[in-house]
């Protein structure tokens, strides 16, 4: 089937410590996207918790395929008639310690048609500021995309936007999805110009979704959700708070900019049929 235009948006949030205020204010802001003719929403990462403790998110992790937060993502779907990624929830890992961040996919009928495990763990250090994802969280292994209406999304999250090999593995995506938190110090200096990098080289649509704001643990996210064209160009983006970016994925657009400048094929330096998407080696 031919690829197709089609309406997508990201959804920015200030998720805080309570997971059914959370999600009563996720529902608000996928209705609204869908109010603006969204096919596609994004929710972004850890959108139904963000806590002072990061236990917290362990307490709250899920069996893949069954949980409220799982529940509350196929009904949205549903209700809506879109396709909704579910940003980033906690489910169980291979120890209780642990907790999987993963990033589920819902059909409009509500079935969940792809999962991704976010596979690079943020770690940083400056002054008093420190986070580090291994405490908390098991990576995932595999690289996954799936097919949509406007053709391959590629599925990625926050911290795998700093390596771009990951995306040379999708093949080649016509959307790339990048639900986020990152962090306002990082945020400001990196975050539009590794999205704008990853639309350009891999000649696609990259929409991100964002926590944007200060957060009740006192937290601070960038936010900047955007939507950025096979360019590098900037299509429709959100600063700060909560609320919406709505744009519109154009085929045709993707072929041209492939067409006039077809650097995927002057690849020199190739990945093996190895590295496919698929399970990363051992």
């Keep these: 089937m031919m690829p197709s235009a089609m309406r997508v948006a990201a959804v920015q949030m200030i998720s805080g410590p309570d997971v059914a205020v959370n999600l009563t204010e996720a529902a608000r802001l ?39 937060i799982q529940r509350f993502l196929a009904a949205e779907a549903r209700r809506h008639g879109l396709w909704l990624i579910g940003g980033t ?15 589920l996919v819902f059909d409009p009928q509500g079935a969940c048609v792809a999962r ?20 908390t969280i098991e990576a995932g292994r595999e690289i996954v995309s799936f097919e949509a209406p406007c053709g391959r999304v590629g599925l990625s ?26 962090t306002e110090t990082t945020g400001r200096a990196h975050w539009e110009i590794l999205l704008r990098a990853r639309a ?4 696609c649509y990259v929409l991100a979704s964002g926590q944007g704001g200060e957060h009740p643990s006192g937290r601070r ?21 909560p609320g919406v970016v709505v ?36």
Aim: hydrophobic share 40%.
């Design 89 to 103: 929830l906690p489910l169980q890992a291979a120890d209780a310690e642990h907790v999987l961040n993963s990033s």
């Design 247 to 282: 744009g519109e994925i154009d085929p045709k657009r993707i072929a041209a900019v492939r067409e006039s400048l077809p650097a995927l094929q002057h690849r020199i330096f190739k990945e093996s049929a190895s590295t496919e998407p698929g399970t990363l080696p051992a």
């Design 200 to 203: 350009i080289e891999n000649q």
């Design 157 to 182: 999250v926050c911290y795998d936007l700093r390596f771009p090999e990951l995306y040379r593995r999708m093949g080649s995506p016509n959307l790339i999805v990048v639900p986020a938190a990152f």
């Design 116 to 135: 991704y495990d976010k596979i690079h763990l943020f770690g940083f250090t400056r002054g008093a500021e420190h986070y580090d994802e291994s405490r």
């Design 30 to 68: 996928i209705a609204e996207a869908a109010a603006q003719g969204a096919q596609l929403v994004l929710l972004p990462e850890y959108f139904p918790l963000i806590h002072a403790d990061e236990q917290a998110k362990i307490g709250i992790r899920e069996n893949f395929g069954e949980g409220p």
């Design 221 to 241: 996210t960038f936010g900047h959700s955007m939507l950025i064209d096979p360019w590098g160009e900037i299509v429709s983006a959100l600063a700060s708070g």
